[in-house]
């Protein structure tokens, strides 16, 4: 059982960065994909980046790529969603999320087993 604690969020200007962080109590958290997704009020949830198991292969949704950057740290059991140059339209609650690195597509929340609680994050324009 994988356990997601995220933290980082808030309230920004169109411009600023924010980074938001999760922090995994499992301790084969090496073993695990993990993601980051995001929902926006009255919208479906959608995938915003993943990066595998090892840290050596990431994803990244187009509409994040070039401002949003994955990165992981498996011997502190976290990762983190480095998000540059934010727009309105990155309004939304962030999850975290993890799957097993066998468990096939990496884009697909269907298969990640674990979600962590969800962060807000706010861009003004």
């Known amino acids: 059982q994988v356990q997601l604690v995220q933290s980082g969020g808030g309230l920004v200007q169109a411009g600023d960065s924010l980074r938001l962080s999760c922090a995994a109590s499992?301790?084969?958290?090496?073993?695990?994909?993990m993601g980051w997704f995001r929902q926006a009020p009255g919208k479906e949830r959608d995938f915003v980046a993943a990066?595998?198991?090892?840290?050596?292969?990431?994803y990244y949704a187009d509409s994040v790529k070039g401002r949003f950057t994955i990165s992981r740290d498996n011997a502190k059991r976290t990762v983190d969603l480095q998000m540059n140059s934010l727009k309105p339209e990155d309004t939304a609650v962030y999850y975290c999320?993890?799957?097993?690195?066998?468990?096939?597509?990496?884009?697909?929340?269907?298969?990640?087993?674990?979600w962590g609680p969800g962060t807000q994050v706010t861009v003004s324009s």
């Open positions: 999320a993890a799957k097993a690195s066998y468990s096939g597509n990496i884009y697909s929340q269907l298969r990640y087993g674990y």
């Open positions: 990066i595998t198991w090892s840290g050596g292969t990431t």
């Open positions: 499992e301790r084969t958290f090496s073993t695990y994909d």
